[in-house]
């Protein structure tokens, strides 16, 4: 079984619509979460942590469900900007860091 | 302040060749990781270094290696490269404090033929 699963998509979605992507992870004992965006052929870059309580960072909501182990990330009102590959990332205790496959977002005009 | 850098940014070699990939990490960084990224996948994480010593690897043969200078930056070395090793190879750095936020360079792209 994979540490990290993500849907890959791809979800192509209208501006202005709200998307919402989860990402389940297999052992309990993970401690830090993260979403990060990738464009096409660069490097990802931090998006958000996730913390237990959930977090909002503008039109970005993040959350945890560490008792069903997965994390999510919504988007508001995407904008065509919003349009790349989304990572869930976890942190094990063994100071690995896993990432899911990715999932592809493309907003339309 | 520079972010992560990492050189070369492209890298050609054949098979059988070995390869050293290096990356200077944020200023005031002490953690350094290596991840592979092959097309459509999600990085996978390879090592982690602090403070100049392995503090995490991951499922990879032991072709690969890593080490961290004691001005934090780092190098991953693979040796006997294989048609499967072409990837983009990313360093991330990370700071101090309890998250654990990465930043990423922008990667090697090594190509294997």
């Known amino acids: 079984r994979k540490e990290v699963e993500q849907d890959p998509g791809p979800f192509n979605v209208p501006e202005g619509a709200t998307v919402a992507f989860n990402c389940t992870y297999s052992?309990?004992?993970?401690?830090?979460f993260f979403w990060y965006r990738q464009d096409c052929r660069k490097e990802p870059k931090l998006l958000m942590s996730v913390y237990s309580s959930g977090n909002e960072d503008g039109r970005f909501t993040a959350q945890l469900n560490r008792a069903s182990q997965y994390i999510s990330l919504l988007i508001r009102d995407s904008k065509l900007s919003d349009s790349a590959t989304y990572l869930c990332?976890?942190?094990?205790?063994?100071?690995?860091?896993?990432f899911g496959t990715g999932t592809s977002l493309t907003v339309i005009p | 302040d520079a972010g992560v850098t990492q050189s070369p940014t492209h890298l050609i070699k054949t098979r059988g060749q070995h390869v050293t990939l290096r990356c200077s990490p944020i200023s005031g960084h002490k953690s350094v990781s290596w991840y592979q990224q092959v097309l459509g996948q999600g990085p996978q994480f390879i090592f982690q270094y602090y403070e100049k010593e392995e503090r995490g690897r991951g499922n990879f043969p032991d072709r690969f290696s890593a080490r961290q200078f004691p001005n934090y930056s780092s190098e991953l070395n693979v040796n006997a490269l294989l048609l499967g090793d072409s990837a983009l190879y990313l360093c991330?750095?990370?700071?101090?404090?309890?998250?654990?936020?990465?930043?990423f360079g922008p990667g090697t792209r090594l190509t294997v033929t």
């Open positions: 990332v976890v942190n094990v205790p063994s100071n690995q860091f896993y």
């Open positions: 052992n309990s004992a993970s401690q830090s």
């Open positions: 991330a750095s990370r700071g101090e404090g309890y998250n654990y936020e990465q930043y």
